[in-house]
C-alpha cells in the first residue's frame, strides 16, 4: 500500500503571536517552530495502516528549508522516504494543495493522509483541495479510520456527534486528536532518520487568488472587575449576569 | 458588474440550521448595498422550514430533492452544488463553516477553478473586489484578504452576523431533480454524543479545568451548564488526562468558541485556552490563584474555591430562573 502523508511546519501552540510594524507579517522573532500538531495523528495512522497492510510511508512538505524538520521528525516515527517540495514565496491555500497534488500524482498514493489543519492559518482545507484536484475520495476531521479491501469507513467529528462516512480508495484523510495515540520517536529512529536523504524538488508556480493585505492583532481585553473570594459572590455575579451583562 | 451570489442552506435532520439563515441575511444586506441577486440552494430529503428563508430576504431557494439524500453525500452534494454555479453563473458562494461547509467549500472551489477563503468574520464587496477577513493563529491575530477568483467561494464563522428577519413573506421553492447522484462518499450513520449540546453552537459554554482535581468532580460542571441550558467544555490538560471527551476541549487545539456567555472554572488560562475563547462576549473566571492569566480576559472573576462558589452559583440561578 503506498501511503502519503503532507505535513507542515508551524508556531508551537504556546507562542505568541506579534504582528509586524507594517501590518503585513507575523513577527518571526522569539517563535518556536514545530510539526503541526494534527500531522501526528495522520503520520500515525499512515504507519499503523503500513503496519497491517505493508508498503511505504512518503512524507510530503511544501515550504522552505525549516520544514525539513517536521519531514524528519515523521521519518524518525518511522516513515520511508521524505520529500521537500521547497518554495519561499507565499502560496495561497489552493497554490499549496496543487504543488502537493502534482507530486502526489507521480506516487500513485493508495491513501493520503493530512493533519485536518495547520495550527497557523487555521484553514483545515488543504487536505480536501488536494483530494478533489488529484480526483480522490476525501474524508475530513477523521476519528477513526478502517480500510478493507478497496472499502474505506471513516467517523469523522460533526456537532454534536460524529457521522459514519463509507467510501473507496484511493482516499484523502485529514486526521482528528483522537484517531490514534502518535508514537514517540525512538532512538533508533532518530539516528536512522538522520541517514536519510530528504529529497528536494521544485513544485510549479501558479498563480495565487487568495491575496493577503495584512494583519491585525485582536483589541486587547480590559481585564474585568474581581467580584468576590468566597461563595458569598455567587449572588452579586448571577445579578450582573442578568441585569448588566444581560447574557442569561 | 452584477454579483450573483449563492447561499448553501445546511441541514442535517430536515431543518435548515439556524447559521445558514445568519449567512442568508447577511447576503441579502449586501445585495442592498451593492448591485447584487441573491438565491440559496439547499439538498436533501424533507426539509420542513425552506419556506422560512423569505423571511431572511431571499425569496428563491432551488431545493435538490432525493430520497436517497436523507444523508449527507460530499460526492454528491459537491456535484450538485458546483453544476448549480455553472448553469446559474454565481461568482460568489457562501457556506457556514460548519463541518458539513468547511469539508464541501474546498470540493466546489477546485470544481469551478475558484478562490476560498475560509472561517471568515468580515466579508466586504468594495468596487467589485472581494475582501475578507478571518481569525488566523487560533484568533491570536486576524488576517486581512482579497480573493481574486471569477467564483469566490466563501465560508463564515457561525454566530458572526445577526439573524435579521425583514420581512413575514415565503421564499419560492424551486424544486430540482438530480440526474446523475453520485453517492461515492456518503455518510451510513449519524451517530449523536451523549452530552446533549456542542460547544460551537452553544449561547453559553460552562468549562472545566485541572481545578477540579478528579473526572467525577465534572458533576458540578455539568449541573451548572444544565441549569444554565449551556454546552460543557473543557482545557487539553483535562482532556490529555482522559477525565473528558476530545469533542469537549476549548482552545487552539480543540474548538474555537465564541459564545455570549463562557464560564471557565478552575481553568488556569494558557495561551493555547485563550485563544479558543477570547471573543467571547462574556467571560467568567473562577479560580483560586488570583495571578491566573485567565483573569486577564475575563469580565467577572471570583478569587475563590470552585467546590464552595459553584453549589452556591447553582443556588442562586435555581432561584432566578424559578421566579421567571
Known amino acids: ?248 | 458588474m452584477e454579483n450573483k451570489i449563492l447561499v448553501f442552506l445546511e441541514q442535517r435532520t430536515g431543518l435548515i440550521k439556524r447559521s445558514s439563515f445568519e449567512i442568508a441575511s447577511y447576503a441579502y444586506s449586501l445585495s442592498q448595498k451593492i448591485n447584487a441577486s441573491v438565491e440559496a440552494i439547499t439538498i436533501g430529503k424533507e426539509i420542513s422550514n425552506i419556506e422560512e428563508t423569505g423571511n431572511y430576504g431571499i425569496s428563491k431557494v432551488y431545493f435538490y430533492k432525493n430520497a436517497e439524500l436523507d444523508l449527507y453525500s460530499s460526492s454528491a452534494y459537491k456535484k450538485i452544488i458546483s453544476s448549480h454555479i455553472k448553469e446559474n453563473g454565481n461568482n460568489l458562494v457562501l457556506f457556514s463553516n460548519t463541518s458539513m461547509g468547511k469539508e464541501l467549500s474546498p470540493l466546489v472551489a477546485v470544481m469551478n477553478d475558484g478562490a476560498l477563503a475560509v472561517d471568515c468574520t468580515k466579508l466586504e464587496i468594495e468596487n467589485d473586489t472581494v475582501k475578507v477577513t478571518r481569525p488566523v493563529y487560533a484568533g491570536k491575530a486576524f488576517m486581512a484578504a482579497e480573493l481574486k477568483g471569477d467564483v469566490n467561494v466563501i465560508t463564515i464563522r457561525p454566530n458572526t452576523f445577526p439573524l435579521n428577519k425583514i420581512s413575514e413573506s415565503n421564499a419560492e421553492i424551486v424544486v430540482k431533480k438530480i440526474d446523475d447522484l453520485d453517492l461515492s462518499v456518503r455518510v451510513l450513520e449519524v451517530i449523536k454524543s451523549d452530552s446533549k449540546l456542542d460547544v460551537t453552537e452553544a449561547d453559553i459554554i460552562v468549562s472545566g479545568g485541572r481545578g477540579l482535581k478528579a473526572p467525577e468532580n465534572f458533576k458540578i460542571v455539568e449541573e451548572l451548564s444544565q441549569v444554565l441550558g449551556a454546552a460543557t467544555g473543557a482545557s487539553r490538560a483535562v482532556v490529555d488526562a482522559g477525565w473528558r471527551p476530545h469533542g469537549e476541549q476549548v482552545g487552539q487545539t480543540g474548538k474555537t468558541v465564541s459564545p455570549n456567555l463562557y464560564i471557565a472554572l478552575g481553568i488556569s488560562g494558557a495561551i493555547q485556552h485563550l485563544a479558543g475563547m477570547r471573543s467571547s462576549k462574556y467571560i467568567v473566571a473562577i479560580n483560586k490563584d488570583k495571578d491566573a492569566p485567565i483573569f486577564q480576559v475575563a469580565d467577572y472573576g471570583i478569587v475563590g474555591d470552585l467546590f464552595e462558589v459553584v453549589p452556591e452559583l447553582i443556588n442562586e440561578l435555581k432561584k432566578i430562573k424559578g421566579n421567571e
Do not use: H, W
Request: negative net charge.
Open chain 1, 1 to 248: 500500500m503506498k501511503l502519503v502523508v503532507c505535513v507542515s511546519y508551524v508556531p508551537d501552540t504556546a507562542s505568541k503571536i506579534n504582528v509586524s510594524l507594517d501590518g503585513k507579517s507575523i513577527e518571526q522573532a522569539g517563535v518556536t517552530y514545530i510539526l503541526n500538531p494534527y500531522d501526528e495523528f495522520a503520520i500515525e495512522e499512515a504507519l499503523k495502516l503500513k503496519e497491517k497492510f505493508g508498503g511505504e510511508v512518503e512524507i510530503i512538505s511544501l515550504g522552505g528549508d525549516k520544514n525539513k524538520e517536521s519531514i524528519q521528525k515523521a521519518l524518525a516515527m518511522g516513515a520511508d522516504n521524505g520529500i521537500l517540495l521547497k518554495d519561499d514565496s507565499y502560496r495561497d491555500s489552493m497554490t499549496i494543495a496543487s504543488g502537493l497534488a502534482e507530486e502526489i500524482k507521480t506516487l500513485n498514493a493508495d491513501i493520503v493522509l493530512f493533519g485536518k489543519q495547520s495550527v497557523d492559518y487555521d484553514n483545515g482545507i488543504i487536505g480536501q483541495l488536494t483530494a478533489e484536484l488529484l480526483g480522490y475520495n476525501c474524508v475530513s476531521v477523521v476519528t477513526k479510520l478502517e480500510i478493507s479491501d478497496k472499502t474505506v469507513t471513516a467517523e469523522r467529528e460533526i456537532e454534536g456527534g460524529k457521522e459514519v462516512v463509507i467510501t473507496s480508495l484511493p482516499v484523502v484523510i485529514t486526521a482528528q486528536k483522537g484517531l490514534n495515540e502518535p508514537r514517540y520517536a525512538s532512538l533508533k529512529g532518530i539516528m536512522a532518520a538522520k541517514k536519510k536523504v530528504i529529497v528536494e524538488k521544485t513544485p510549479s508556480s501558479c498563480d495565487n487568488k487568495v491575496i493577503i493585505d495584512g494583519f491585525t492583532k485582536p483589541a486587547p481585553k480590559q481585564a474585568g472587575k474581581i467580584i468576590g473570594t468566597d461563595a458569598s459572590a455567587a449572588a452579586e455575579l448571577v445579578r450582573l449576569l442578568k441585569e448588566e451583562a444581560k447574557v442569561i
